[in-house]
């Protein structure tokens, strides 16, 4: 039986609840269970950074307003004429990214056939067993698959590299194929420590490994980089993460070794780079001399997620994506709608 799309939109309001510790005391102890066992699979999945993904998935995704705005925008989305068949091949650079392509599958009418990410597959099949066990109905129309076959489209995530063999594979199906992006900051000088701390989040959330992160700030020329380092000390405990500290070891050691200049506060290294990609546990910068044309630059940059600026995404919000925020700017709604 299909469920309608305000059914499915209250078993997500009760994700939300569940995911908030609004269920049996059972319930948080086995939720708490799953975030144990995720950061036993994969350390770069801390538990601070795994609430911080479950807390922004509550606040930004699942509350009803949020989803019925967001829907809005998308006449007769939930019914279509012929359900599909959509593969999803998830990333698993940080907890529970693929979760947005999940959610809006899930309300689209299709059936969902997702391959997790070796490095995220503990999260979202516990979600998807709760959604199973509230709305069986609806839970039907995903499943989890270690190989993607016989599917009428697909969305897949990856690297550069296996983006090729995506574009391959799937060349003759309705496809989303995201590469490698990332994200930049543009700093006048002129920005207050609250500021700098907002943007401290945008670079160290999740260790800097989302496509959200910022991996490169553009400053004047001049620009005095000691009070940016001091807003990014409120990242130090991350030193204390032994895979973390190895690769700032690692990457201080490339530096001196090269007599290659850089900045750091002991937790993070500053390095001048054209990249707009740093290695973990390095920030580049790169000086500007016209801002405007700067931005325009940037945002005609095919590899650049999000743009933090005065006049473009605010300081802190970058890892606080809404329903709205499409990986690569690919518009998954408008995609399951086309099908």
Request: aromatic share 12%; hydrophobic share 40%.
């Amino acid at each position: 039986m299909q469920t309608d799309i305000s059914q499915k939109i209250a078993v997500l309001e009760r994700l939300g609840a569940y995911l908030g510790g609004g269920g049996t005391e059972e319930e948080r102890e086995s939720l708490e269970t799953v975030k144990q066992l995720a950061y036993q699979h994969n350390g770069w999945f801390t538990p601070g950074f795994i609430n911080l993904a479950i807390h922004n998935i509550r606040t930004y995704f699942l509350s009803r307003p949020a989803l019925e705005q967001w829907l809005a925008q998308y006449p007769g989305f939930g019914q279509p004429a012929a359900p599909k068949k959509v593969g999803i091949v998830a990333a698993g650079n940080i907890p529970l990214v693929g979760f947005h392509d999940w959610l809006t599958g899930f309300l689209s009418g299709h059936a969902i056939r997702i391959k997790l990410s070796s490095k995220d597959n503990i999260l979202l099949p516990h979600l998807l067993q709760k959604v199973a066990e509230w709305a069986p109905e609806a839970a039907e129309i995903t499943s989890v698959q270690e190989i993607l076959k016989d599917c009428d489209a697909y969305i897949a995530t990856g690297s550069n590299n296996s983006a090729r063999y995506f574009s391959y594979y799937f060349a003759k199906y309705p496809h989303i194929i995201r590469r490698n992006r990332t994200s930049a900051a543009v700093l006048t000088g002129s920005e207050t420590p609250q500021q700098l701390e907002a943007l401290a989040d945008d670079v160290m959330l999740y260790f800097g490994l989302g496509c959200r992160n910022v991996t490169k700030v553009y400053v004047p020329e001049g620009y005095d980089f000691a009070p940016l380092l001091q807003a990014l000390e409120k990242y130090d405990y991350l030193a204390e993460h032994h895979k973390y500290k190895n690769n700032y070891d690692y990457n201080l050691a490339l530096y001196l070794l090269n007599s290659s200049p850089y900045l750091t506060n002991n937790s993070l290294l500053l390095h001048e780079s054209e990249s707009l990609f740093s290695p973990l546990s390095v920030l580049h910068y790169g000086f500007y001399r016209h801002r405007g044309e700067l931005e325009e630059q940037l945002k005609a940059n095919p590899y650049l997620q999000c743009l933090v600026a005065a006049d473009a995404i605010p300081f802190g919000q970058a890892q606080r994506p809404s329903l709205t925020d499409y990986a690569d700017g690919a518009d998954t709604a408008a995609f399951f709608a086309s099908l």
